[in-house]
């Protein structure tokens, strides 16, 4: 039985096969920050950063370091830092399909190259907020920091639950 949805936007069936398929550009603004880090990242020297830029000539060929590179400086722009959700992200995220090239490395990789290279992703992080602050991309953003810190006593005479607020006067506590 069909179900007719008359007066309301409907889309298109899944099943609708198209004669030219849309491309994945068409998917991503002109002013989306995703091409600032496709932008950054290709126009950046990182041979002098360690990282390793020769494939290996054994073996399955890894990722090229541009490409991890996009990938984790978009997740940090994104707040998005773990490997695995990281994964999930390059699979399913439109804006990661089109930064990576439809490439999706498993969360393995990406966890070896971020133990691999620390200190140079630490260095194109840092290169890339400089040049977001020169260009005032982010100038509405506003950030703080509460460093309070708080000492935690649980013991047994200092753990107080509903009962014992009721009955407790506050000079006991």
């Known amino acids: 039985m069909e179900f007719q949805m008359s007066g309301f936007i409907e889309g298109e069936s899944r099943t609708q096969t198209t004669l030219f398929p849309e491309s994945l550009d068409d998917y991503i603004t002109e002013d989306n920050a ?13 041979s002098g950063l360690g990282f390793r830029t020769q494939a290996n000539n054994t073996g399955r060929p890894a990722y090229h370091p541009t ?26 995220n439109v804006e990661l399909m089109w930064l990576l090239g439809r490439l999706a490395p498993d969360f393995k990789t990406i966890a070896d190259f971020r133990k691999n290279n620390g200190k140079a992703i630490r260095l194109v992080c840092r290169e890339f907020v400089m040049l977001c602050r020169k260009l005032n991309l982010f100038a509405d953003a506003f950030v703080a920091i509460d460093g309070s810190k708080f000492k935690a006593v649980n013991t047994r005479n200092r753990n107080f639950h509903t009962a014992t607020l009721r009955t407790a006067s506050f000079s006991t506590i």
């Open 34 to 46: 995703v091409r600032v880090v496709d932008v950054f990242i290709d126009d950046l020297d990182i």
């Open 67 to 92: 490409t991890m590179l996009k990938l984790y400086v978009y997740g940090y722009l994104n707040r998005v830092q773990s490997s695995r959700r990281l994964e999930r992200e390059a699979q399913r």
